[in-house]
């Protein structure tokens, strides 16, 4: 297959930019092959950096040995080989001790099991050997002495801290050698549920050579999958290039038993960690205790490439855990697929073992990147939630107290201070807002929230860190589940059981009532530690706390907190400074300038007193590359136009003040009842708001349009349900069917990711601009934010301006509304035989401001040229025009 001349074009400019180390950002429409551009660009980049290594690593050896080289010919024959073959550079002689190990542990199991084998057999002869603790094969084992030390939390040390703990071992030791008691002590797994499924060297186990990769993230599984495709499809994958695919429990567990117990990801999660860390419970059998297994899946997928549901076929298969199996995967791997969340977060990244440093980041479908990187690290923390985890962290305390070792009393009690100070706050508040029979909201600062808390001389630093090292929630899981199998089975005694506990409770706090909706204890734990996490930096200028309380209801007013993240440039910077090139592609990545200005701004907005002068470099908004190509359809095979008046000559134009105006309505109505009797298939028609919709389509029945519309073509509405789409499909693809109009609405379920190639998407109908409502404290405090910061350091503490929206804000609130914009209109070309009418139903499109941003393939290849603007009648005749001569309809 000939490529498209904007994919070479792509190729190469992608392998310079990997070449150079740079950021840049790639903009080629859908139907391009841009995925099939990234694939070969970065992989053949891949391909030629190793081959440099290993040429770098030969005339290294050889200048070594130059001047002084007096031994045999056969002596430098057999080096020179193995010089080409790279095993005297370090990473290969790494990888041969690794090889080595590996080796020598494959020998050892082998000859286990063969003693293993031979001591079955003894015990089928000797009946009384026979007899002891039998483990199934879904990984539980019974518990003959009903203990419960499993639910204790193990020995707690946290750097030398004392003060109420009694501290059993008198020697104090690192973190790394009592790391490696506890593993001994417990007789861990080869793959710990918190750290990256790595050779540790603990052991003195050597650590597998990591190999320069490419990491290649995007928003949605199915995107993943497709990307894992088409690297099968390409010659890369007959040279053996190493692709794992990074995915959750959810979808990579094979374990049936986990799976049951786990009716949420969260439950899933905790099931599987409980399986674990259980003393008196039998480690997942999807998890052997010899390295073997894991080995053998190991080597499965570096002869063959896999996505998400072949690996857990395999992992089925061969009775091994997928999931912790593509994590070991990782180091060897030149390609890693992995989804948004999994990069963007640090802490996500440091469970996972992934490490950026020197390697490649691809994000595809970037657009929405600053939206998710925001989205990812907010976080929010409801009042029911501190209730539950309150109750049970006392009930839990007040029965092991005495058995806790190390640290934990101390910091039990310290978390207790903690949820009992929030439960006071938040109890405060749902009484100030009892009386309101509407949600209300306000907006502070954490360092305000923190005072007002009363929690201010609390580290919740260290709370954080104890919560997340003790693994407390998954103690609190098995202490609430034992609890609950008791009360069960204890009949009318645990009636009474539960009343003294509530009593406890209530006499510890008077405040704290059972809820109905309450989360699991190691969920409210995993929400704490995420809000701690958060409000663990309140100094952090580019955030903010929301406290918002819903109207009252049965079980009274609920409130919640939600840290908003308003700078996403910290996390990304993070990113960004670690990775040797880092890349943003998209289909519609316009406009670009706001987005570079978030994700790198200049220096004041980001501490950059711990950066090399190279990491400046890396961070300079400056010096990031952008490329934007045009659509490889011909530019006869799309007719963009602005209706600016109706077809009685009203202006068209939906702004807040003017979408209750009937007459606009009827107008848009008659103008898209109009275009569907000249335009064949299916129509997309996008409005701003479901809101929008529904005022519309009450007024077009009312009016008879509706009736006029669906004469010509069925009708079918995004809000109706989740069958819509099919229908529509259904309905256009129909022998002799006239098409159909799908009604949808802008940032709903299908304005982005779905296909309205061909017939399903002849014309793309957008009536009115969907800019964001101003009324969401959340983008209020966004816009203010961004309209505080300047370009230069000095312009960083700049106040937001009062009252009216500032220029800064303005093209931030502009950028958020296109962007949305464009990638509903990108749904109707998808590929080079395509085409469509795009039609805006509302004069805005046409000012400057907003034609500005709209795809450059829309408006044409002369620069600054704009969509053109004209009332109905013309518009008509020339979409009519359109498919009628250059499509003989």
Request: proline content about 4%.
């Amino acid at each position: 297959m000939t490529p498209y001349s904007i994919q070479l074009e792509f190729m190469q400019r992608l392998f310079d930019a990997l070449e150079d180390g740079e950021f840049g950002i790639f903009e080629s429409p859908t139907g391009t092959g841009k995925s099939l551009s990234i694939i070969c660009g970065a992989l053949t980049w891949i391909q030629h950096n190793e081959r440099r290594r290993q040429q770098h690593a030969v005339a290294k050896s050889g200048s070594e040995v130059a001047e002084v080289d007096t031994r045999p010919d056969w002596v430098r024959e057999y080096e020179r080989k193995r010089v080409a073959s790279g095993q005297t550079s370090g990473e290969g002689r790494e990888q041969e001790r690794y090889q080595r190990w590996v080796a020598a542990v494959r020998r050892r199991e082998a000859a286990q099991r063969k003693g293993q084998q031979r001591q079955g057999q003894l015990q089928q002869g000797h009946p009384r050997l026979g007899k002891r603790t039998v483990t199934s094969a879904s990984g539980d084992a019974a518990d003959s002495d009903g203990s419960d030390d499993d639910a204790v939390v193990d020995a707690y040390h946290s750097g030398g801290e004392q003060g109420g703990a009694k501290n059993d071992d008198p020697v104090e030791y690192s973190d790394a050698v009592r790391r490696l008691l506890e593993r001994k002590a417990d007789n861990k797994l080869l793959c710990d549920s918190d750290d990256s499924c790595s050779n540790s060297s603990d052991d003195g186990v050597p650590e597998e050579p990591i190999a320069c990769k490419v990491f290649y993230a995007s928003r949605t599984h199915s995107q993943l999958q497709q990307f894992v495709n088409e690297v099968k499809r390409t010659k890369f994958a007959q040279d053996k290039i190493r692709c794992v695919t990074l995915g959750s429990r959810w979808q990579l567990c094979v374990n049936d038993r986990v799976r049951a117990a786990g009716s949420s990801v969260h439950a899933l999660n905790e099931r599987c960690l409980e399986m674990q860390q259980s003393a008196k419970k039998a480690r997942c059998a999807c998890l052997p205790v010899q390295a073997t297994p894991m080995l053998d899946f190991k080597d499965a997928m570096a002869q063959k490439i896999m996505d998400i549901e072949e690996l857990a076929a395999e992992g089925r298969r061969r009775g091994v855990c997928a999931y912790y199996g593509s994590r070991e995967a990782v180091r060897a791997a030149q390609v890693v697929a992995l989804p948004y969340n999994m990069l963007l977060s640090q802490s996500a990244r440091e469970s996972m073992g992934i490490s950026l440093a020197g390697n490649i980041v691809i994000v595809d479908e970037a657009h929405n990147l600053v939206d998710t990187i925001l989205a990812t690290h907010s976080v929010t923390l409801g009042w029911r939630t501190v209730k539950v985890l309150l109750d049970m962290v006392q009930l839990y305390f007040k029965k092991y107290w005495q058995r806790l070792r190390g640290s934990n009393v101390v910091y039990i009690r310290q978390t207790i201070a903690l949820l009992r100070a929030l439960n006071k706050y938040l109890q405060r508040v749902a009484d100030e807002n009892r009386d309101s029979h509407s949600q209300s909201t306000a907006v502070i600062s954490v360092n305000e929230f923190l005072q007002r808390a009363n929690v201010d001389h609390i580290n919740v630093y260290k709370i954080d860190r104890y919560l997340r090292e003790s693994k407390l929630g998954r103690k609190l899981n098995m202490f609430a589940e034992r609890r609950q199998e008791h009360h069960i089975s204890a009949g009318s005694n645990s009636v009474k059981r539960v009343r003294q506990d509530a009593h406890v409770i209530r006499h510890a706090d008077a405040s704290i009532s059972p809820s109905p909706a309450a989360p699991a204890p190691a969920s409210a734990v995993a929400a704490l530690e995420a809000f701690m996490e958060c409000i663990g930096n309140p100094d952090r200028t580019g955030a903010r706390l929301v406290v918002r309380t819903a109207p009252p209801a049965d079980d009274g007013v609920d409130v919640e907190l939600k840290y908003l993240l308003l700078d996403p440039s910290e996390a990304f910077g993070e990113i960004r400074k670690e990775a040797r090139a880092v890349v943003l592609a998209g289909g519609t990545m316009r406009p670009v300038d706001d987005m570079i200005k978030q994700l790198l701004p200049r220096f004041g907005r980001l501490s950059l007193s711990d950066c090399t002068n190279e990491q400046r470099l890396q961070l300079d908004p400056d010096r990031v590359r952008q490329f934007a190509w045009g659509h490889v359809v011909p530019r006869t095979h799309i007719c963009a136009l602005v209706v600016d008046r109706g077809p009685t000559g009203e202006p068209l134009r939906f702004a807040y003040q003017d979408q209750s105006n009937a007459t606009r309505i009827r107008e848009a109505g008659q103008a898209l009842a109009a275009l569907c009797n000249v335009i064949p298939g299916g129509v997309a028609v996008f409005f701003p708001s479901y809101a929008l919709l529904g005022k519309m389509m009450t007024e077009w029945h009312a009016a008879g349009v509706a009736q006029r519309i669906a004469k010509r073509k069925p009708v079918f509405s995004e809000s109706a349900d989740e069958g819509v789409l099919a229908r529509y499909t259904e309905q256009v693809r129909r022998p002799g069917s006239s098409g159909a109009v799908l009604l949808s609405v802008v940032g709903g379920r299908l304005s982005e990711g779905i296909n309205f190639s061909d017939d399903l998407g002849r014309a793309v109908v957008m009536i009115g601009v969907p800019y964001p409502s101003l009324t969401s404290p959340e983008l209020k405090e966004r816009l203010d934010y961004y309209e505080s910061i300047g370009d230069a350091p000095d312009c960083a503490r700049r106040p937001a301006t009062s009252g009216q929206m500032g220029p800064r804000a303005r093209e931030l609130y502009d950028a958020l509304c296109m962007r949305a914009v464009n990638q509903s209109i990108g749904r109707a070309i998808r590929h080079r035989a395509d085409y469509a009418a795009i039609v805006f139903l509302d004069a805005r499109y046409a000012e400057p401001r907003i034609a500005s941003r709209l795809p450059g393939w829309i408006a044409g290849e002369h620069a600054g040229r704009s969509v053109p603007s004209c009332a109905f009648g013309p518009a008509l005749a020339q979409v009519s025009a359109f498919f009628k001569s250059t499509f003989a309809l």
